[in-house]
């Protein structure tokens, strides 16, 4: 495939991800920040949300299969989970994190555990994407192309 | 021997416990060419400034952000004691929180904040920064020259942290 090619591709699986909610303008905003002093900002970032999640679905996991579960400490790791999705624009993931924090106020623990099951869904769903579009992107460079920013116009 | 205001770039510490939110305003910072020196927490702020010791401390800082929510000493807790020391309470406070909490902005701002950014923090925040340090700039220059008149012993050199991260 031509560069030319990958790159209507990386626009076209980009805008979609946009379209469909995965990503919000925050992400915009990172891409826009990348430079060439740091060329792989958006990458870095990226990786530290992923490290950063994964410990917490982790930590929430355990939490949620006390016998007497504590609601704060939950809470707590969703605001945080909350604050990192939101920081890279990851807004599913960060929607489904502001539910699941009303049911940790009202402690209860059928719907938590349903918004710990949705959280990873989104979680893993926003993962894959993120990755396959890093991965179109470093086919691009390797392949002597640049990448495209893209427009926000629809 | 006077710096001329132009040449020296404003240097801002940066207070977040969150290795993301450290690594973007750090990134939104020196984007807007401010030098930056970032810390996971407020006691390691304070111990930046020299705040935990008698010591002279060579450290400039010209505005101090931080986030609000952290364990230990929280943002505001920060906040209070930068603006109760004699040597620090000058120094321009931001502070930011993901959570939107009329009460606790407003307590900040009451409590000597300059600005309450809501994370995530753009690039239109980091903006609204400059006119806070050119006041201050300003207003030292002028405190600059009077003393000067006064003063017959050499500059001390100033140590310039440059983009240190300290963990």
Redesign the interface.
Same mark, same amino acid.
């Given at each position: 495939m031509e560069v030319g090619q990958m790159q209507r591709r990386l626009v076209d699986y980009t805008k979609s991800l946009f379209m469909e909610g995965f990503l919000d303008a925050?992400f915009l905003? &990172?891409q826009? &920040?990348q430079?060439e002093s740091?060329p792989d900002?958006v990458v870095?970032?990226v990786s530290?949300?992923f490290d950063?999640s994964e410990k917490l679905l982790n930590d929430l996991t355990m939490a949620l299969d006390q016998p007497n579960v504590d609601f704060k400490k939950v809470d707590a790791h969703v605001?945080?989970l909350? $604050?990192?999705s939101?920081?890279? $624009?990851a807004q599913r993931v960060k929607n489904a994190c502001i539910a699941f924090r009303s049911f940790c106020e009202e402690q209860n623990i059928d719907a938590t555990l349903r918004c710990l099951q949705q959280v990873k869904q989104e979680y893993y769903l926003v993962k894959n994407k993120l990755e396959t579009m890093l991965r179109l992107e470093q086919q691009i460079v390797a392949a002597g192309g640049s990448i495209p920013m893209i427009e926000l116009g629809f | 021997m006077v710096m001329a205001a132009s040449e020296t770039k404003f240097h801002v510490l940066a207070v977040d416990d %969150? !290795?993301?939110?450290r #690594? !973007?305003i750090e #990134?939104?910072l020196k %984007?807007s060419s401010y030098q930056v020196t970032a810390v996971d927490s407020g006691t390691k702020a304070l111990e930046f400034l020299g705040l935990n010791n008698n010591d002279h401390h060579d450290v400039e800082v010209n505005l101090i952000i931080t986030d609000y929510?952290m364990p230990g000493m929280t943002g505001y807790d920060l906040l209070r004691k930068i603006k109760e020391s004699s040597s620090f309470k000058d120094i321009p406070v931001v502070t930011m929180s993901?959570d939107n909490i009329p009460s606790r902005i407003n307590r900040c701002l009451e409590d000597g904040a300059e600005e309450f950014f809501l994370?995530?923090v753009? !690039?239109s925040d980091v903006n609204k920064l400059r006119p806070h340090l050119m006041k201050r700039r300003t207003q030292t220059n002028v405190n600059k020259r009077k003393s000067m008149d006064e003063i017959v012993s050499p500059d001390r050199a100033r140590a310039r942290y440059n983009e240190l991260e300290v963990k």
């Open positions: 925050q905003q &990172l826009q &920040l430079d740091n900002f870095e970032v530290l949300f950063d605001h945080q909350k $604050g990192s939101s920081s890279i $624009g | %969150t !290795l993301i939110d #690594k !973007l #990134k939104l %984007t929510c993901s994370k995530p753009q !690039l």
